[in-house]
């Protein structure tokens, strides 16, 4: 194969894995326990402190967003809008997005937690779950990030119990 006809052929298997990657892919890898134990973990998380913590999973990118151009990032921005993460009192919210089709991980925070935590500490959580996926391990690798998040909002918006934590995002784990 020629350089061109792989450069063609790159985007072409891009477009294949995301036309073929779906909801049910996601389900498999982690089934409806593994679900419910991670949206727990969620909930549990959020009760550590005053920020909210969105876990999205999604299979593939539809053909609309493949012709756009979208990128992992890109969507997860978006997501981080549409599932309203920016939306809470203390500029806290974090999405962690796993994009199964392209094996892609974007962790995005919000600017009140991103104020005090800066930059490094989410790439290294992703570079973890990119370890733990690369094995396999999903469940165990989105748990680890899970924690890992829930150490970083606790160390900087630590819970108060004399004071009411309202849930002001949903905890369930977004599948797509």
């Not at 020629?2 to 298997?13: F, I």
Request: proline letters at 3%.
């Amino acid at each position: 194969m020629t350089g061109e006809s792989r450069a063609l052929a790159h985007p072409l298997l891009r477009w294949a894995r995301h036309l073929w990657t779906d909801e049910g892919d996601v389900r498999r890898h982690l089934g409806v326990a593994g679900l419910s134990r991670l949206q727990a973990q969620v909930r549990a998380s959020e009760v550590k402190h005053l920020g909210e913590l969105r876990l999205c999973i999604e299979g593939g990118l539809s053909w609309q967003d493949l012709r756009d151009g979208q990128t992992a990032r890109s969507r997860a921005l978006q997501l981080f809008s549409t599932l309203r993460v920016w939306d809470t009192e203390h500029n806290n919210g974090v999405l962690i997005y796993l994009l199964l089709a392209d094996h892609r991980i974007e962790i995005l925070a919000d600017r009140g937690i991103m104020a005090r935590a800066g930059h490094e500490p989410w790439a290294h959580i992703a570079q973890q779950l990119a370890a733990s996926l690369h094995d396999g391990q999903f469940e165990q690798g989105l748990s680890h990030a899970i924690e890992a998040v829930t150490q970083l909002l606790a160390a900087h918006f630590p819970a108060d119990p004399d004071h009411d934590n309202p849930n002001e995002l949903p905890d369930k784990v977004v599948v797509i």
